[in-house]
């Protein structure tokens, strides 16, 4: 029952053995239980240990009842395990416990920070709230390579405030043209919103350069972590950024969970998205006193179990070593680039000499991602096909659709070769030769 | 067969090379004519279709369908057989035709396609027992029917 991982020798070069990655696999229900499955899928949703689901089970069974409201011991409990829950996921990024919010999802908490900029703009919040507040000749930027969910939210709020979008733009490779920085990112500039890590390409993006050029011209920095804090180590003091947005199902947590992280100062100056019970002090019929961070921000009864799964999914994380994980993945990924890039008529998209997680996004000549996706699947190999939530992106790399193959800790070389294989097949069963 | 193969009947990746149809063509000049542009969202597949017919009445005849556009082989392959099989009948035919094709996608496989009234399109029922990806198989039929009523309009 117990699916805490096994520790054992560490491989420094590859973080993992593969006979520890064959031990971890076990502790993945799905996995084990799916045969001929090669599951290459984990950057749009990652298979869960048993102990992620057991400690949901466990918090239904023992524990469940209403956080920050009722004088039970039950209630006592309950919040207990809530709160604990932040701390442990709050450690992983190392932030504090009260600069961690819980949302849904990182879509929820990228849009909580631009509404809540949108409510500062329409005059809510005190002095404070200035930093929020956008109008005319304020500026928004982005880059192209953005998920949609953290491009839309920053147009919506430039509409809503009469603000501009601006964006770097990728180069032909798919790589962000850096150089661009100083000249977009201006005293204009109030918001700089941009992802740590590529969703479609893996790439990781220099935070530094984006942060420093953001504190030189005084705009808040917004990183989009879902695809670097299941990979990789991720600190928010050492990255320097103001908020982070993160999910958990994509790092062996449940669904319906993820979180914003934010400077304490900055979520306590920030006037509310969502407002009803347990965000508030004091309410007459007029008007509400909020709660400091983190419960201004968590309105009506919270997603307690999931935050509690999301706790064991760190609590698992940090026994095998974010070091060793993404050192294993960097392994798979490089395995996987090589021989993609050895099969005739497949082409590797992206820029050849940029730092990578686990992920391999591909092009096969002649034959159109869904039918890729659909003989891959034919062989039991699961990958994700299609615009990736990044139609910005993949216009700019004069493609409608692509194949993208993810990895995560339980993936294995034998993984990695059986896509490979697969792939090697897809032109001759589409009968495309040329 | 295999399910893969149920799914790319050979007659579906020919229509998928082949491409009759395309790509897009002006019609004549006198001969009422009506487009659709249909997009899939998910995946991103588009088509613009064209019907081109010699009369305005369920009883005209259509010249011709052409189109252009980007996507799986499905989607291609249903856009082609569409254009081979429409020439030549009535926009009332068509009309059947499409109500017809649209039953068997909709089946999960359990549709006996009429082999003689839909010919190659009958290829497609394998394709019914794949949710994902019955739309992209009725994207250039849903732009033909949307065309044909943009046709009357004009």
């Not at chain 1, 869960?48 to 239904?60: G, L």
């Not at chain 1, 442990?88 to 009260?98: E, K, L």
């Not at chain 1, 808040?220 to 299941?230: A, I």
């Not at chain 1, 798979?332 to 021989?339: D, E, F, P, S, W």
Request: charge should be negative.
């Amino acid at each position: 029952m117990d699916s805490t991982p096994t520790p054992a020798v560490a491989s420094p070069e590859i973080g993992l053995t593969p006979a520890e990655v064959g031990r971890l696999r076990a502790d993945f229900p799905l996995l084990t239980q799916t045969p001929g499955l090669v599951y290459l899928d984990s950057g749009a949703t990652s298979q869960k240990p048993r102990c992620v689901f057991e400690a949901e089970q466990h918090y239904y069974e023992r524990a469940n009842a209403a956080v920050h409201r009722g004088a039970h011991s039950l209630a006592v409990e309950a919040t207990d395990q809530y709160e604990a829950a932040r701390t442990a996921v709050a450690r992983f990024i190392g932030a504090d416990d009260d600069e961690l919010v819980w949302t849904s999802n990182a879509t929820e908490a990228l849009n909580l920070v631009a509404y809540s900029c949108s409510n500062a703009s329409a005059g809510r919040g005190d002095e404070a709230a200035e930093r929020f507040r956008l109008g005319p000749g304020d500026e928004i930027v982005v880059t192209e390579l953005e998920h949609h969910a953290n491009l839309i939210p920053w147009q919506e709020l430039a509409y809503r405030t009469g603000a501009t979008l601006a964006y770097i733009p990728v180069a032909a490779d798919g790589s962000l043209e850096l150089d661009r920085l100083d000249d977009v990112v201006t005293e204009r500039t109030r918001i700089l919103a941009f992802t740590h890590v590529s969703n479609v390409l893996g790439t990781i993006t220099d935070v530094a350069a984006f942060v420093a050029r953001a504190k030189a011209v005084g705009a808040l920095t917004v990183l989009d972590g879902c695809q670097s804090v299941p990979h990789l180590p991720v600190d928010v003091k050492a990255l320097d950024v103001d908020f982070m947005a993160f999910s958990g199902h994509k790092m062996l947590g449940p669904t319906g969970i993820g979180a914003l992280y934010g400077r304490r100062e900055l979520l306590n100056a920030m006037p509310p998205f969502l407002t009803g019970g347990s965000m508030i002090t004091t309410v007459t019929m007029e008007r509400a006193e909020f709660l400091p961070s983190p419960n201004r921000f968590e309105a009506g009864t919270q997603r307690i179990a999931q935050t509690i799964g999301l706790a064991a999914a760190v609590g698992y994380l940090d026994e095998v070593g974010m070091d060793r994980v993404a050192a294993w993945e960097e392994h798979l990924g490089a395995r996987m680039a090589a021989g993609l890039t050895e099969i005739d008529g497949v082409r590797l998209i992206g820029p050849g000499s940029v730092e990578r997680i686990g992920t391999a996004t591909f092009a096969v000549d002649g034959v159109h991602p869904h039918d890729v996706g659909q003989f891959l699947d034919s062989r039991g190999v699961a990958v994700r096909v299609g615009h990736h939530c990044a139609q910005p992106l993949h216009r700019a790399l004069g493609v409608t659709a692509t194949t993208r193959a993810s990895t995560y800790l339980y993936n294995t070389e034998d993984d990695v070769d059986a896509l490979l294989s697969a792939v090697a097949d897809v032109r001759g069963f589409f009968g495309v030769t040329s | 067969m295999s399910g893969l193969e149920q799914l790319y009947q050979q007659i579906i990746l020919d229509h998928a090379k082949r491409r009759v149809g395309e790509p897009l063509a002006e019609p004549e000049a006198g001969h009422p004519a009506g487009e659709s542009h249909q997009h899939n969202p998910i995946c991103g597949d588009e088509i613009r279709l064209r019907v081109e017919l010699d009369g305005t009445t369920d009883a005209s005849t259509i010249e011709r369908v052409s189109w252009e556009g980007n996507g799986c082989s499905i989607s291609m392959a249903a856009a082609s057989v569409l254009s081979e099989m429409a020439a030549g009948t009535t926009r009332g035919e068509l009309l059947e035709l499409i109500d017809e094709f649209r039953e068997m996608m909709r089946s999960r496989g359990t549709a006996e396609p009429d082999e003689e009234r839909l010919g190659d399109g009958a290829a497609f029922a394998g394709v019914s027992k794949f949710p994902a990806r019955v739309k992209c198989a009725m994207l250039s039929w849903v732009a033909a029917e949307n065309a044909l009523l943009d046709a009357a309009k004009a």
